[in-house]
């Protein structure tokens, strides 16, 4: 059932700051991760995925960095445009999972003006 | 590329009546697609995933009775939402994963708001 008072966590930026975006994963069989954007009443949308067998990707404006010692994961975006605020979730698919992704909570981005 | 619609987009309905969403994969062939609901400013929960030619894989906690999947063909999935009740409101939203792809990649559709009164 729904969760009343559940919060996002937030993140606020100037536009034209960088915006870095976190999240940890707690399964160490986790080999491929994604990062989805998503924007309010609609689907989510793939940003830039990687693999565990690396630790740094780059796509355009975005950069994704993976920390397997730590189990860590994060977005980074340059140059943040208001186009950008929207809700961001990682999602992780466990080694013989049958593919299926799991996402974590989200963070809501807001670019402030 | 990778073009998932929905339809329809958003439904009301009264309670006890059943209602179908489609999810089609517009440009590619997906062999597997998956069914979500999400609440208000939570996350995505997978509620079952379906296989083409294949009864579909529920998630534990979701009653395979009161939400029929069928995948008739490699770009078409329903989820049948049968004897809605108002807490089956929600934001269901379907994604597809390409056949032969390399990758887990999943591609989401738009979502469907259901509202049951």
């Known amino acids: 059932g729904e969760s009343v008072g559940l919060h996002l966590p937030t993140l606020s930026v100037q536009e034209g700051d960088n915006s870095i975006i976190n999240c940890a994963y707690s399964?160490?069989?986790?080999?491929?991760f994604i990062w989805y954007k998503q924007e309010s009443g609609k689907g989510p949308q793939f940003i830039i995925d990687?693999?565990?067998?690396?630790d740094k990707r780059q796509g355009q404006r975005v950069t994704v960095l993976l920390n397997k010692t730590v189990k860590h994961l994060s977005l980074q975006i340059a140059a943040t445009q208001p186009g950008d605020s929207a809700v961001y979730f990682c999602a992780e698919n466990i080694r013989g999972s049958a593919r299926q992704l799991t996402f974590g909570s989200g963070t809501q981005l807001t670019v402030l003006p | 590329g990778a073009v998932v619609s929905q339809h329809p987009s958003r439904v009301i309905c009264k309670s006890g009546t059943s209602v179908k969403i489609e999810c089609r994969s517009l440009?590619?062939?997906?062999?597997?697609m998956f069914w979500y609901r999400q609440f208000p400013k939570q996350s995505l929960m997978l509620m079952a995933t379906?296989?083409?030619?294949?009864?579909?894989?529920?998630e534990q906690g979701v009653e395979k009775d009161k939400f029929l999947i069928n995948h008739a063909s490699l770009t078409l999935s329903t989820l049948t939402v049968t004897s809605a009740h108002p807490e089956d409101s929600s934001f269901y939203i379907c994604s597809a994963r390409m056949a032969g792809g390399i990758g887990e990649t999943q591609y989401f559709g738009p979502g469907t708001r259901l509202l049951v009164l």
């Open positions: 399964n160490s069989a986790s080999d491929y």
């Open positions: 440009d590619f062939q997906a062999t597997t």
């Open positions: 379906s296989n083409e030619g294949s009864k579909a894989t529920y």
């Open positions: 990687i693999r565990s067998n690396m």
